[in-house]
């Protein structure tokens, strides 16, 4: 009998190790510079209908789940920039589940494929450019507190990983 996988997090919860090895950093890099390409064929060929079907009950669309991508992972580049330029700056969350009701969330999902695809072409030029004093750099988080630049990075490995499966394990379940 196979395992049942939790629709809010299809890969399991994120956990960090206890020490950030150099494996680590590349293995996260790698699904950071995958990840475009993985979603793009994730939502390829979906109609209106099927990008616009919630992932799970009470869970986002597939389209809302590409803007969101779009938007989380422009904030995380926004953030290493900072982190590399100021001295642990002080950054703020924002509302997700507002930032998915606004009005631009109409707009065409290939939209924020696109800008994920450039977002992240830019943030693995200069993951793979840091030095290990740099990899320690960070930020503090206004609500989860301080992060190094190594941290966020297996974070965004994951995110990327954890919403693609939102999106794939649908197309799984639907036979899309």
Known sequence: MAPVIDPRYPIGKFTPPATI?????????LHIEQMPELLRSAVRDLDTIQLNTPYREGGWTVKQV???????????????????????????????????????AIAPAEWSVELIEAVHARWVLVLHALTETQWKRGFKHVERGPTTIEAATLLYGWHSRHHLAHITHLRARKGW
Do not use: M, Q
């Open 21 to 29: 090895s150099p494996v680590d950093r590349r293995t996260a890099i």
């Open 66 to 104: 590409v803007h969101h991508l779009a938007d989380s992972h422009a904030t995380a580049f926004h953030r290493l920039r900072r982190a590399l330029t100021e001295d642990w700056p002080v950054v703020y969350g924002y509302n997700e589940k507002a930032f998915a009701t606004l009005p631009d």
